[in-house]
């Protein structure tokens, strides 16, 4: 009688705690939303297309959430309070509101994941260097100086295994086709930052052209890393190669059609949503 009584005392308390268990397991680890404006250029609208269907469908499989939103009004400190990560797929904030609001939400601890045009800028433009915290301390690129074309594929090289986004990744692996930049500043020279890949010489020469310099037959061009102060990613994907020549805008290529580049993305991306801290903190000027 007395092991009955413990077996049914137990089975009421599994039953009442069951229903609990049953949402902790269906909470979301973090949670993500996306901001983008797919408006500018077909091969960032058509990445923005792909990632706002490749990121949910990581969400269901690795237990996070995703929200997108091309109302960057949204950037507010109200809103942002709800999420873990910031993505910026395209493009980045204008008004002096929504920079404050993303500067203030990395400065106390926020989580970021920028792709491809988000790092752009060139004065004079559309997209002006007008944002010095952005493009000279956070990124650390400065401006955009120059860049390949068309969009190929690259060897790209693992600096550092020890980082949370890298450690599964080959040595070198063969990235997804993309528009490759390069910058104004010299990131090597930032102690503030850490390149997570660069562009193997084993590409060169990377572009088809046909201009002589859209082709790049050596340098040193990284196109992932961190900033140290920060818990952040940028990489320079996230530029589709698009049927131009002949009107009909078709796309050519995928940017999460490279599984290490894939795996780099994901596993990126759920260092930003855990509790790790970044790899070092200290004081923003």
């Known amino acids: ?134 493009h000279n301390q956070f990124l650390g690129s400065g401006e955009y100086k120059s860049n390949t074309w068309r969009p190929t594929s690259a060897i790209l090289r693992v600096e550092d295994k020890e980082h949370p986004s890298t450690k599964h990744l080959d040595t070198t692996f063969t990235s997804a086709p993309s528009e490759w930049y390069r910058w104004n500043n010299d990131l090597r020279k930032n102690p503030d930052i850490k390149v997570l ?32 102060h920060y818990k952040m990613i940028y990489m320079n994907m996230g530029h589709n190669d698009m049927d131009y020549e002949h009107g009909t805008n078709k796309e050519l290529s995928s940017t999460f059609s490279s599984e290490m580049e894939d795996l780099f993305i994901i596993d990126g991306l759920l260092w930003l949503g855990s509790a790790q801290q970044a790899p070092r903190q200290a004081a923003h000027n």
């Open 1 to 134: 009688m007395l092991r009955s009584a413990k077996i049914i005392l137990y089975l009421a308390a599994f039953w009442l705690a069951a229903p609990a268990l049953v949402a902790q397991k269906g909470a979301p680890k973090f949670k993500v939303i996306a901001f983008y404006t797919a408006r500018v250029d077909q091969a960032h609208i058509s990445f923005v297309h792909e990632a706002n269907k490749w990121f949910p469908a990581m969400a269901a499989k690795y237990h996070f959430s995703y929200d997108s939103t091309n109302d960057w009004n949204n950037l507010n400190a109200a809103f942002l309070s709800r999420y873990q990560v910031v993505l910026f797929l395209d493009t980045r904030p204008e008004s002096p509101d929504q920079r404050v609001a993303f500067q203030q939400y990395m400065d106390k601890g926020g989580a970021w994941m920028g792709f491809h045009f988000s790092g752009f800028a060139l004065t004079p433009s559309v997209y002006p260097q007008n944002w010095d915290w952005y």
């Open 197 to 228: 890949l660069s562009i193997d010489p084993a590409s060169f020469p990377l572009g088809t052209g046909p201009k002589p310099h859209e082709i790049w037959h050596s340098g040193d061009y990284p196109v992932a890393w961190t900033n140290l």
